[in-house]
């Protein structure tokens, strides 16, 4: 099963008795932008930080225009003053500006300002603040605690909707007020979550992902195919925005902040893609399992002591990157119906994938596995993912994993590589790397 969430629109069945309401409601969200803004760019001058939406939070808490809304609603805010925020700094043109003020002049024939009011803002809630009445198709809305006039009757604000044709409202997650200038009135999106049967597997194939410094990805295949990702994107990035940035006057000023930002963004697109090609891979060759490993050997060094990648400014990858990019691989392989499972990656540097030979002494040289068992000469990293594949921990024994008798092992040492390039995505690099010496 996968979880969507579908928005409904909705018309007002009972404008007129609530449009007061939501009036006051809309302007108290814009009231509470303000507050929040001015908040962040005052800290901004202080400290050349943005606080994001929990430091937001804790501060304005306590303010009176936070209770112009149910708690949830005032959050919901924060966020999305957060989020304009972050949109400002990563956005690549200078002439954009950071979120404006929510307000409104209006001035008389002399053009002098008579009055400002606040725009009517959308305003959200969630399910605490959220009654639904399926049956009657209404929703009681929280009021903010400055909108409650009487204690008891007047807690909720009642609304009756009516969607299009044909369409139920279930499993009700937020309620959004929209304020259409157009028509003048107030409307209803109701986001719904939905879930929705996820297809049947590829096929019965499996694969096996390790995740590394050198390459980013190596993955290997049960149709013997073996395919390396040396991530050159994220190498690259890796020493031009710590130079940059190095170079700005200000560390924490707005252009360094920037810098900071849009190397995220980049990293943040480059995980999308990657899981995406590997995906697709994956449906082309029937995959119907994909083993990662659980990326202990890249958290910790020998010494059990964590490894600072980003210390010599080449590579700014820690755990959570990792993290981040399998948790996107999880979601994007389980649409097409195919199960990630997170493998120990014990010793899969260690051991022959060929043979099984354990050697804790081997060392990789130039990026090969060179077993003395059985001769053979491996792309290291394709070694370590086929380990992952077989699952070693899992086969529990140290016996040679079955392989099947005389299963070629060519593959192995002839990876394809894929290389990125912003225009046009992952793309086979022409030449054959051969990984023997
Ligand atoms: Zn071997």
Same mark, same amino acid.
């Given at each position: 099963?996968?979880?969507?969430?579908?928005?409904?629109?909705?018309?007002?069945?009972?404008?007129?008795?609530?449009?007061?309401?939501?009036?006051?409601?809309?302007?108290?969200?814009?009231?509470?932008?303000?507050?929040?803004?001015?908040?962040?760019?005052?800290?901004?001058?202080?400290?050349?930080?943005?606080?994001?939406?929990?430091?937001?939070?804790?501060?304005?808490?306590?303010?009176?225009?936070?209770?112009?809304?149910?708690?949830?609603?005032?959050?919901?805010?924060?966020?999305?003053?957060?989020?304009?925020?972050?949109?400002?700094?990563?956005?690549?043109?200078?002439?954009?500006?950071?979120?404006?003020?929510?307000?409104?002049?209006?001035?008389?024939?002399?053009?002098?300002?008579?009055?400002?009011?606040?725009?009517?803002?959308?305003?959200?809630?969630?399910?605490?603040?959220?009654?639904?009445?399926?049956?009657?198709?209404?929703?009681?809305?929280?009021?903010?605690?400055?909108?409650?006039?009487?204690?008891?009757?007047?807690?909720?604000?009642?609304?009756?909707?009516?969607?299009?044709?044909?369409?139920?409202?279930?499993?009700?997650?937020?309620?959004?007020?929209?304020?259409?200038?157009?028509?003048?009135?107030?409307?209803?999106?109701?986001?719904?979550?939905?879930?929705?049967?996820?297809?049947?597997?590829?096929?019965?194939?499996?694969?096996?992902?390790?995740?590394?410094?050198?390459?980013?990805?190596?993955?290997?295949?049960?149709?013997?195919?073996?395919?390396?990702?040396?991530?050159?994107?994220?190498?690259?990035?890796?020493?031009?925005?710590?130079?940059?940035?190095?170079?700005?006057?200000?560390?924490?000023?707005?252009?360094?902040?920037?810098?900071?930002?849009?190397?995220?963004?980049?990293?943040?697109?480059?995980?999308?893609?990657?899981?995406?090609?590997?995906?697709?891979?994956?449906?082309?060759?029937?995959?119907?399992?994909?083993?990662?490993?659980?990326? !202990?050997? +890249?958290?910790?060094? /020998?010494?059990?002591? @964590? *490894?600072?990648?980003?210390?010599? #400014?080449?590579? &700014?990858?820690?755990?959570?990157?990792?993290?981040?990019?399998?948790?996107?691989?999880?979601?994007?392989?389980?649409?097409?119906?195919? !199960?990630? +499972?997170?493998?120990? /990656?014990?010793?899969? @540097? *260690?051991?022959?994938?060929?043979? #099984?030979?354990? &050697?804790?002494?081997?060392?990789?040289?130039?990026?090969?596995?060179?077993?003395?068992?059985?001769?053979?000469?491996?792309?290291?990293?394709?070694?370590?993912?086929?380990?992952?594949?077989?699952?070693?921990?899992?086969?529990?024994?140290?016996?040679?994993? &079955?392989?099947?008798?005389?299963?070629?092992?060519?593959?192995?040492?002839?990876?394809?590589?894929?290389?990125?390039?912003?225009?046009?995505?992952?793309?086979?690099?022409?030449?054959?790397?051969?990984?023997?010496?």
């Amino acid at each position: 099963m996968l979880e969507v969430h579908r928005t409904h629109r909705a018309k007002i069945r009972n404008h007129s008795q609530v449009a007061g309401q939501l009036d006051r409601h809309g302007w108290s969200a814009s009231k509470l932008w303000n507050v929040a803004n001015y908040h962040s760019r005052e800290v901004w001058e202080e400290t050349g930080e943005i606080p994001d939406h929990k430091e937001l939070k804790n501060e304005l808490k306590a303010h009176p225009k936070y209770k112009g809304l149910h708690s949830q609603s005032s959050q919901r805010v924060l966020e999305e003053l957060a989020e304009a925020f972050n949109s400002w700094y990563s956005s690549d043109d200078d002439r954009d500006n950071p979120p404006g003020y929510r307000k409104e002049n209006y001035y008389d024939d002399q053009g002098r300002r008579v009055h400002e009011e606040h725009p009517r803002s959308t305003v959200t809630w969630k399910q605490n603040g959220i009654r639904h009445d399926t049956k009657n198709n209404r929703v009681r809305l929280s009021k903010g605690a400055n909108h409650k006039e009487h204690p008891k009757a007047w807690e909720y604000i009642l609304v009756e909707y009516e969607t299009r044709p044909g369409v139920t409202v279930e499993n009700l997650q937020q309620v959004r007020v929209v304020y259409d200038n157009a028509k003048d009135q107030w409307e209803l999106h109701l986001v719904c979550k939905d879930d929705i049967e996820t297809p049947d597997a590829p096929g019965n194939e499996t694969a096996g992902i390790d995740l590394g410094i050198s390459n980013f990805a190596a993955i290997a295949y049960s149709t013997e195919d073996a395919d390396l990702y040396p991530g050159n994107r994220l190498k690259q990035d890796g020493y031009y925005f710590p130079k940059e940035i190095a170079n700005c006057d200000d560390s924490s000023g707005e252009r360094a902040t920037r810098l900071h930002h849009k190397w995220s963004e980049r990293r943040t697109h480059f995980f999308h893609s990657l899981a995406k090609h590997i995906v697709e891979r994956c449906v082309e060759k029937g995959v119907g399992r994909i083993n990662v490993g659980d990326l !202990e050997g +890249v958290r910790e060094d /020998e010494n059990g002591e @964590s *490894k600072n990648w980003g210390k010599h #400014g080449n590579l &700014d990858l820690h755990g959570w990157a990792f993290d981040r990019f399998t948790s996107i691989l999880e979601y994007k392989a389980k649409a097409e119906g195919i !199960e990630v +499972v997170e493998v120990s /990656e014990r010793d899969t @540097s *260690k051991r022959c994938c060929a043979c #099984g030979k354990e &050697d804790k002494s081997q060392r990789v040289e130039r990026g090969l596995y060179v077993c003395e068992k059985c001769d053979a000469a491996f792309n290291a990293d394709v070694n370590g993912a086929e380990n992952i594949r077989l699952d070693i921990d899992e086969c529990n024994s140290k016996s040679a994993p &079955d392989l099947g008798g005389d299963r070629s092992t060519g593959w192995l040492a002839q990876p394809g590589v894929y290389l990125y390039d912003l225009s046009s995505g992952f793309q086979p690099q022409e030449q054959v790397v051969d990984c023997k010496p």
